[in-house]
T-cell receptor, first 114, second 112 residues
Framework: DTEVTQTPKHLVMGMTNKKSLKCEQH?????MYWYKQKAKKPPELMFV???????INESVPSRFSPECPNSSLLNLHLHALQPEDSALYLC?????????????FGPGTRLTVL | GEDVEQSLFLSVREGDSSVINCTYT??????LYWYKQEPGAGLQLLTY?????DMKQDQRLTVLLNKKDKHLSLRIADTQTGDSAIYFC????????????FGTGTRLKVLA
C-alpha cells in the first residue's frame, strides 16, 4: 500500500476563516511533507516533519501552522489567509534515511481563498 | 545552486518516443527522480536513479544520467495518449534533512 490520503479534496474559505487540511499515511513512513503548488509550477516545499518533529520550515508565513499528532497524521492549520495563498496543497511521506528516500504524494487539496 | 531546469513543452505523435530533459546544478545529489502529474492530481512516482548509475530501464521508461554534465533524461517508448501530463524531475539533496528540489516541469502532449 503506497497510498497517502488528503482531506478535503476542495476547500473554499474567506480571509477571516480558520480551517485545517489533513493528511494520513499507513506505510510506516517517518517523514511527512507539506508542499504548495501554483498552477503550471513545480511544488514548493513548506514543511518537513521527521519522526514527528518539525525539521524544515521554509520561511513559511505564520498563518500556516503545521502539526504532526502522530507518525501517521499530518495537519496544516490555516488562519487569516490571503487570496494569493490559493493553490494545490500536497502532502507526501517517505521512509526517511532508507534509500532511495522516495516521496509518495497524496492527491492534494485544492484551496481557494476569497 | 539549487536550480533544476526543464524545457516547458513537448509534443509527440502517438506511438513515437518522447524524451524529456532535465539539467540540475547540485553535484551532491544522491538520487534523481521522475514524477508524472495529471491535471488536478498529485504527483505519481515513475522511476528514480542512483547518482552513480548511467542508465536505468523500467518497461517503457529509460532514464539516462550524465553526471559530468549534470543532465538527466526520461525516454518514454511507444508514447500513448494516457502519457499526456506534466513531468517533473527532482534531485534529492542530503545537506541536513533530505529534501527534493523539483525541476520546472515539462508538459507532454501526445497527439493521436
Amino acid at each position: 500500500d503506497t497510498e497517502v490520503t488528503q482531506t478535503p479534496k476542495h476547500l473554499v474559505m474567506g480571509m477571516t476563516n480558520k480551517k485545517s487540511l489533513k493528511c494520513e499515511q499507513h506505510m510506516g513512513h517517518r517523514a511527512m511533507y507539506w508542499y504548495k503548488q501554483k498552477a503550471k509550477k513545480p511544488p514548493e516545499l513548506m514543511f518537513v516533519y521527521s519522526y514527528e518533529k518539525l525539521s524544515i520550515n521554509e520561511s513559511v508565513p505564520s498563518r500556516f501552522s503545521p502539526e504532526c499528532p502522530n507518525s501517521s497524521l499530518l495537519n496544516l492549520h490555516l488562519h487569516a489567509l490571503q487570496p494569493e495563498d490559493s493553490a494545490l496543497y500536497l502532502c507526501a511521506s517517505s521512509q526517511e534515511g532508507t534509500p532511495p528516500d522516495t516521496q509518495y504524494f497524496g492527491p492534494g487539496t485544492r484551496l481557494t481563498v476569497l | 545552486g539549487e536550480d533544476v531546469e526543464q524545457s516547458l513543452f513537448l509534443s509527440v505523435r502517438e506511438g513515437d518516443s518522447s524524451v524529456i530533459n532535465c539539467t540540475y546544478t547540485d553535484s551532491s545529489s544522491t538520487y534523481l527522480y521522475w514524477y508524472k502529474q495529471e491535471p488536478g492530481a498529485g504527483l505519481q512516482l515513475l522511476t528514480y536513479i542512483f547518482s552513480n548509475m548511467d542508465m536505468k530501464q523500467d518497461q517503457r521508461l529509460t532514464v539516462l544520467l550524465n553526471k559530468k554534465d549534470k543532465h538527466l533524461s526520461l525516454r518514454i517508448a511507444d508514447t500513448q495518449t494516457g502519457d499526456s501530463a506534466i513531468y517533473f524531475c527532482a534531485e534529492g539533496l542530503t545537506s541536513g534533512t533530505y529534501k527534493y528540489i523539483f525541476g520546472t516541469g515539462t508538459r507532454l502532449k501526445v497527439l493521436a
